[in-house]
């Protein structure tokens, strides 16, 4: 089996504390991780991150800064996201020992960013609508929130007992199961869009609907981890419409 942990990055947005940057790096490197990133840290490089980076300095010298979100998941197989909050309109959330086993299938083809937010307020709704799927870490009701590097260090240990499988169980999926990235589930949002203009599904002017129905596609999509083949599928459905409704 390929290492697949060298695919995965723990991707902090806009940490404030260098401390928990540091200890991030100790964490991710306790369980055989390496890949760091940040968006846009407030306090880094710092003494503090050094401090609680110790014996994980490698890993804090080879972060990778992000300036803007975008440029930061941009070319992700999936991007996950981290959530204390829970609800309707965040898409499919899962737990944290089912979110991983997500992961590692993801992680076995190509790149994989689990996102981590803010300190105080965590991750945005915007930041949490470019994710595939969602991942809750379960707590007891009187303190249900964790530590940044808490966070860290419970998804690594659970994507590293992931790990610990037979190479039967653990094989890299053939063609047929190769799973579609978040680039391709991208565009064939773009061209969905684009039949759905063609079909006055929407009503003119209706931004709103348009926003709802893309969004609930793409929590669809993210629940059924969609193979390339059934993308691609999809993709010769919408031509044989668009060709039709040209035609009209």
């Given at each position: 089996?390929k290492?697949?942990?060298?695919?995965?990055?723990?991707?902090?947005?806009?940490?404030r504390?260098g401390?928990n940057i540091?200890?991030?790096a100790?964490a991710?490197?306790?369980?055989?991780?390496?890949?760091?990133?940040?968006v846009?840290?407030r306090?880094?490089?710092?003494d503090?991150?050094?401090?609680?980076?110790?014996?994980?300095?490698?890993?804090?010298?080879?972060?990778?800064?992000?300036?803007?979100?975008?440029?930061?998941?941009?070319?992700?197989?999936?991007?996950?996201?981290?959530?204390?909050?829970?609800?309707k309109?965040?898409g499919p959330?899962?737990?944290?020992?089912?979110?991983?086993?997500?992961?590692?299938?993801y992680?076995?083809?190509?790149?994989?960013s689990?996102?981590?937010?803010?300190?105080d307020r965590?991750?945005?709704n915007?930041e949490?609508e470019?994710?595939?799927?969602?991942i809750?870490i379960?707590?007891?009701?009187?303190?249900?929130?964790?530590?940044?590097?808490q966070?860290?260090?419970?998804m690594?240990?659970?994507?590293f007992?992931a790990?610990?499988v037979?190479a039967?169980?653990?094989?890299?999926?053939?063609?047929d199961?190769?799973?579609a990235s978040?680039d391709?589930i991208?565009?064939?949002?773009?061209?969905?869009?684009?039949?759905?203009?063609?079909?006055?599904y929407?009503?003119?002017?209706?931004?709103?609907m348009?926003?709802t129905?893309m969004?609930?596609l793409?929590?669809?999509?993210?629940?059924?981890?969609t193979?390339?083949?059934?993308?691609?599928?999809?993709?010769?459905l919408?031509?044989r419409?668009?060709?039709?409704?040209?035609?009209?």
């Amino acid at each position: 089996m390929k290492n697949w942990k060298k695919n995965v990055s723990f991707l902090l947005v806009c940490p404030r504390e260098g401390g928990n940057i540091g200890a991030s790096a100790r964490a991710i490197k306790n369980f055989g991780f390496s890949r760091l990133e940040l968006v846009a840290p407030r306090k880094f490089p710092s003494d503090e991150a050094l401090w609680f980076a110790h014996g994980a300095l490698d890993v804090l010298e080879k972060v990778k800064i992000h300036g803007k979100f975008s440029d930061a998941i941009s070319g992700k197989a999936l991007v996950a996201g981290t959530t204390r909050r829970l609800g309707k309109q965040r898409g499919p959330v899962y737990t944290l020992r089912e979110g991983v086993t997500r992961i590692k299938k993801y992680a076995l083809e190509g790149p994989v960013s689990i996102l981590f937010g803010r300190e105080d307020r965590g991750l945005s709704n915007e930041e949490t609508e470019q994710c595939a799927f969602l991942i809750n870490i379960p707590a007891g009701t009187q303190m249900p929130s964790f530590n940044l590097s808490q966070a860290v260090l419970l998804m690594a240990y659970e994507l590293f007992m992931a790990g610990q499988v037979s190479a039967d169980t653990g094989r890299t999926p053939g063609p047929d199961k190769k799973l579609a990235s978040q680039d391709d589930i991208s565009f064939f949002f773009e061209r969905f869009s684009e039949t759905l203009a063609l079909l006055d599904y929407i009503p003119r002017g209706n931004k709103d609907m348009e926003i709802t129905i893309m969004k609930n596609l793409k929590h669809l999509l993210g629940r059924a981890q969609t193979a390339k083949w059934e993308l691609k599928m999809l993709h010769g459905l919408l031509s044989r419409l668009d060709a039709r409704l040209r035609q009209q």
